[in-house]
């Protein structure tokens, strides 16, 4: 775009039809037609002035999952409770990526609030799987995954609490991060678990993944949890790594039971690239890992439970019509689906005296375990490889009145958010298809120490020229 060979007029109106043409899979909950046309006009105009060098996205198409604000705009959280509102302010992820020169097209579909793991908890319908629509895409960011997985848009915004970029990264063959806890500002993502939330990104391939985080990463004045580190080129030369010498740690906790098969050859087929490649491959134990699950499913609920509480009909979206304050209050929460319900009532009692030290203090404690199991990994390797997800894309419908089944197929992502580290999902092969389900995607994932992105990048990036064709 910079060197003149398209426009962002016309990269933004592609962008657009293909938009309506993927309708079906439901990706979008709104479109910027006419801001987007306006912001592409101005990119191009600041092309011709020679102002190019200085917008490393120049015109390039980004969808933005609706709990991320961007302003004079919906930010629906996928909740009846919020569909009223409209954004005041850009979240500082979407003003980078604005002086970057990138053009937000429109915002995508989300389980309510980014709780779920499939998209069908969002109040406005699920989202589609494009490589077999009657199947789930994955969630929470199912909608930002499939906006790149249809080749709408090359980059996407997600949000990540417990794999909500990963996991639908790797049902519909995209390249999903998980950035460091800190590394991006939180300022204008809906909270949902304050201590584990972090916005991620989407990508076509590894590099624009990196690129994309590059731009919108850094400290920021507006989030106080927000890291300090540098965060340097994630991107520019990520080709000229060498994987000799690198150590790749293998969990055995992470290849047991209810892995699908196909997903494990992946996973091995993967390790040895690596080792014939040079890198060193060592056992390494994460052995609170398995406990993953029942933390995540209590800290989160309880943060979440308290971040929801200003949800009341006072100050956001949706108000109840109602003579008396009270019943107000409950008419207006009554609009919030029943996964928020469970996960309120859940999260207020895991929280509640006499009960806090039992499941919430508890889980704080058991998280700190898992926090140390990496550290005590990451001193004798640089990298951890294993599954994103124990199964591939399910359909539509088959866990949605079974949560504990929905939340099982997160056992491979939530530690990376409880215990801080950055990860990655990429794309390796598919699964053989049989008569009961076609070739689906499998998402393998690297995980490494605080603020080690560019060092998973390299590595993804040498994996994803190895892997075997989507
Ligand atoms: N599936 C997990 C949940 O429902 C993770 C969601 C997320 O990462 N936002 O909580």
Redesign the pocket.
Known sequence: MRAGETSAANAIETALERATEIEDLHAFLSLREERARREAAEVDRRIAAGDGSALPLAGVPVAVKDNIAVAGGPTTCGSRLLEPYVSPFDATAIARLREAGAIVIGKTNL?EF????STENSAFGPSRNPHDPTRVPG???GGSVVAVATGCVPVALG???????R?PAAFCGTVGVKPTYGRVSRYGLVA?GSSLDQIGTVGTTVEDAALALSVIAGSDPHDATSAPEPVGDLSAGLDDTDPAGIRIGWPAEYFGEGLDPAILAACEAARDRLAEAGAEIVEVSLPHSPYGIAV??TV?IAEASSNLARYDGVRYGLRAQSSELSSMYLKTRAAFGAELKRRIMLGTYVLSAGYYDAFYGKGTAVRARIRADFEAAFERVDAILTPTTPTPAFPIGEKAEDPLA??L??IY??SA?LAGIPAISLPWGRTPARPDRPALPIGIQLMGPDFAERRLFEIARFLEREAPSA
């Not at 980014?114 to 793991?117: F, P, R, V």
């Not at 949000?159 to 970029?165: H, Q």
């Open positions: 389980d980014a709780m779920g793991s969630g929470s960011s949000s990540e609490t417990g794999g909500s970029v996991q949902f995540y499913y989160a929905m939340y197929n997160d992502t939530v958010n």
